[in-house]
């Protein structure tokens, strides 16, 4: 701080003070602010060693999201969308983190995750919090494509680890967690590991707790409308696992799914359509 301009350092106390909503400025907001011009928030990012204000960004944003409580969600959401149309301006950011998440997949770590998946003893999956909302969605296509997918459900830590008991050498643990990042699964994660299970972190950054844990790292972006977690780019990558994972095992759900079209026929399961009466 002491070597740095007037300008500079009240930006850098800005940030020091207000984190939380300086993690989310552009660089002429930021500007406004503390009353300097915009080229001087650029020349502070150069002086940090960043390419630019965006990578300067990026890199707080990506610290303090995991930090950030529910008051300060709707604080910053609501300094965002301002004024703006919410249905598109939700929507359009949601797009936006599919087309980065498209952009930015390791393919080579995709596809050693399908192979592990498919080699694996037994599958775990778990994710607390929003995240279960995820792992519920994967468990569901793992347990009809699987004989041996084994969804992670606890109330507590010591329930968690109960579960993972047998976890082994052999078997492949999926945890999922986008900030806030659930200690549970890092624990649980952590864990498995420790055991000698192959496990794939599907989370937000390199910077997540679970991704220093993992052999195998999915990274889908997500961000924050309000208090909720927008997942939608991290669905869609889940989504593409299961279709990897099914069209290797194309006979398997060929097989599968014709005995449940019967199932589901003789017991009703789903309303038919006023054209298929």
């Known amino acids: 701080m002491p070597s740095f301009s007037k300008g500079q350092r009240a930006i850098g106390q800005f940030i020091l003070d207000s984190y939380d909503k300086a993690a989310f400025m552009t660089a002429s907001r930021l500007g406004q602010t503390v009353h300097v011009s915009e080229s001087t928030v650029v020349r502070f990012a150069a002086e940090l060693g960043y390419d630019g204000y965006p990578g300067m960004q990026k890199a707080l944003q990506e610290m303090v999201r995991s930090r950030l409580t529910s008051v ?94 047998r976890v082994g050498e052999e078997d492949v643990v999926i945890g999922i967690s986008f900030p806030r990042y659930s200690s549970r699964t890092v624990k649980a994660m952590r864990f498995a590991r420790e055991r000698g299970a192959r496990v794939i972190a599907i989370t937000d950054s390199e910077a997540s707790p679970l991704a220093e844990i993992a052999t195998e790292k999915l990274l889908a972006k997500s961000d924050m409308a309000s208090f909720v977690d927008s997942l939608v780019a991290p669905l869609s990558l889940i989504n593409a696992l299961i279709v990897a994972v099914g069209r290797r095992r194309k006979r398997d759900i060929e097989r599968i799914f014709s005995d449940l079209e019967q199932i589901w026929s003789e017991h009703g399961v789903y309303e038919q359509a006023e054209d298929e009466k």
């Not at 300060?72 to 149309?85: K, M, W």
């Not at 998440?101 to 999956?125: K, N, P």
């Not at 279960?132 to 494509?145: N, V």
């Open 72 to 165: 300060q969600r709707i604080e910053i959401a609501d300094g965002r969308l301002g004024n703006q149309e919410i249905l598109s301006t939700v929507m359009q950011a949601d797009i936006e983190k599919i087309r980065m998440t498209l952009e930015e997949t390791d393919r080579e770590s995709f596809y050693r995750a399908v192979e592990a998946i498919l080699s694996a003893h037994r599958i775990y999956v778990l994710g607390a919090r929003s995240a279960s909302a995820l792992a519920d969605f994967l468990c569901y296509y793992f347990e009809l494509i699987f004989d041996n997918t084994i969804p992670v459900h606890a109330t507590s830590s010591s329930e968690t680890f109960e579960q993972l008991l």
